[in-house]
């Protein structure tokens, strides 16, 4: 499954693969995988790019169009 929201969020601020890849302490070619839809993304993951990008889990995924993320708990 394809995830363009990924590679959407990570462009909107002038990142590159490297520097998301760095983030999740894996390789750019790996991370590239992902944004592609050729490998899986763990859900650990996804969750560490939504607090980074300030966003919902279900928004990177695209079950939803809100861009904000939803209250969280502490």
Do not use: C
């Not at 992902?34 to 995924?61: M, Q």
């Amino acid at each position: 499954m394809e995830f363009k929201r990924l590679k959407d969020l990570r462009e909107d601020k002038d990142l590159f693969q490297k520097d998301i890849a760095k983030i999740l302490q894996i390789s750019q070619q790996y991370y590239s995988e992902y944004e592609k839809g050729n490998r899986t993304i763990p859900i650990e993951y996804l969750i560490i790019l939504a607090k980074y990008y300030e966003t919902s889990v279900d928004y990177i995924v695209g079950l939803t169009d809100e861009i904000r993320p939803y209250k969280r708990k502490n």
